[in-house]
Nanobody, 119 residues
Framework: QVQLVESGGGLVQAGGSLRLSCAASGRTFSTNHMGWFRQAPGKEREFVASINWSGGSTYYADSVKGRFTISRDNAKNTVYLQMNSLKPEDTAVYYC????????????WGQGTQVTVSS
């Protein structure tokens, strides 16, 4: 069982930055692949970024490429999402997720953290 707790959300002006954190419980964190997703009001949840177990491979949605950076610290059981040059359309609830395999569905999800970007 893996428990994920996101933090770091808040209200920021357009052009600003936020860093989200996702703290994971369980001894399997260092072998799990992690992802960030978001869901805006009235929209479906969408993929934002992912990182493999070692941190050596990362993937981004086109909408955030060049602005967001995903990273992880396996010693701290934490994955991060650094968000720069934020836009109002980045407003959403952000979720982190974990999976044991490199592909396929994510097995565990956090409760989400709200990010609001004002124009």
């Amino acid at each position: 069982q893996v428990q994920l707790v996101e933090s770091g959300g808040g209200l920021v002006q357009a052009g600003g930055s936020l860093r989200l954190s996702c703290a994971a419980s369980g001894r399997t964190f260092s072998t799990n692949h992690m992802g960030w997703f978001r869901q805006a009001p009235g929209k479906e949840r969408e993929f934002v970024a992912s990182i493999n177990w070692s941190g050596g491979s990362t993937y981004y949605a086109d909408s955030v490429k060049g602005r967001f950076t995903i990273s992880r610290d396996n010693a701290k059981n934490t994955v991060y999402l650094q968000m720069n040059s934020l836009k109002p359309e980045d407003t959403a609830v952000y979720y982190c997720a974990s999976r044991a395999r490199a592909v396929g569905k994510y097995d565990y999800w956090g409760q989400g953290t709200q990010v609001t970007v004002s124009s």
